[in-house]
């Protein structure tokens, strides 16, 4: 699969907790992206965390990058509604190819 | 920043006719440019990778005959889906590189989402 792997799938939280959605990946990468999409839309790049970098903040935004476990993880914290949408990782790999997981959906309840 | 304009942002086709999407670099020259297709409640799909002046490359599964790819210049690539139907009813992205000395950027379009009847 060109795919990384995502976990939730799904997740469902309160207004105001914290939503941590993680990532996996197969290939060596020089850096990877997260976005989000809110439903039918467009992509909206998030942040980029460089394989030489562990940990990236980005105002609620904390992304970790652990290249010995080929995994990531964003963690949006005091969630808000706006935040509802589907969160994707992108690894941008040795071969110049962007490559996205399977996602996450993040319903913020109010 | 690094702006992709991506048209049209819709379109609704009959079956058998074909549809032409074009992406622009609009301040940068993009020598290479990636296409990728979403199916409802899914991820984005890496169908075909276009390089200027030359042909794309296209990912396992994915038939060039019927995805068209053609990036003649450096701030324009266009995919036509050819022949289409109903399955290939999708939202179809496309993503343009910027390379500046050793530093280099990504930037993705907006979508277009094709509907074929």
């Known amino acids: 699969s060109q795919q990384g792997e995502e976990d939730p799938q799904a997740l469902s939280i309160q207004e105001g907790e914290n939503a941590t959605m993680n990532c996996s990946y197969k290939?060596?990468?020089?850096?990877l992206q997260w976005y989000r999409q809110n439903s039918g839309r467009g992509l909206v790049h998030l942040i980029l965390i460089r394989s030489n970098e562990r940990e990236k903040h980005s105002g609620r935004l904390r992304v970790t990058l652990d290249t010995s476990k080929k995994s990531s993880s964003l963690l949006i914290t005091a969630s808000r509604a706006a935040d509802t949408a589907s969160y994707f990782c992108?690894?941008?790999?040795?071969?110049?190819?962007?490559?996205f997981g399977k996602g996450t959906r993040l319903h913020i309840l109010p | 920043g690094a702006v992709v304009s991506q048209h049209p942002s819709r379109v609704i086709c009959k079956s058998g006719t074909s549809v032409k999407i074009e992406c622009r670099s609009l301040d940068f020259q993009a020598t290479t440019m990636f296409w990728y297709r979403q199916f409802p409640k899914q991820s984005l799909m890496l169908m075909a990778t276009?390089?200027?002046?030359?042909?794309?490359?296209?990912e396992q599964g994915v038939e060039k005959d019927k995805f068209l790819i053609n990036h003649a210049s450096l701030t324009l690539s266009t995919l036509t889906v050819t022949s289409a139907h109903p399955e290939d009813s999708s939202f179809y992205i496309c993503?343009?590189?910027?390379?500046?000395?050793?530093?280099?950027?990504?930037?993705f379009g907006s979508g277009t989402r094709l509907t074929v009847v």
């Open positions: 992108a690894t941008d790999r040795r071969d110049d190819k962007i490559i």
């Open positions: 993503s343009a590189r910027e390379v500046r000395g050793k530093w280099y950027g990504y930037t």
């Open positions: 276009s390089n200027e002046g030359s042909k794309a490359t296209y």
């Open positions: 290939t060596s990468i020089n850096n």
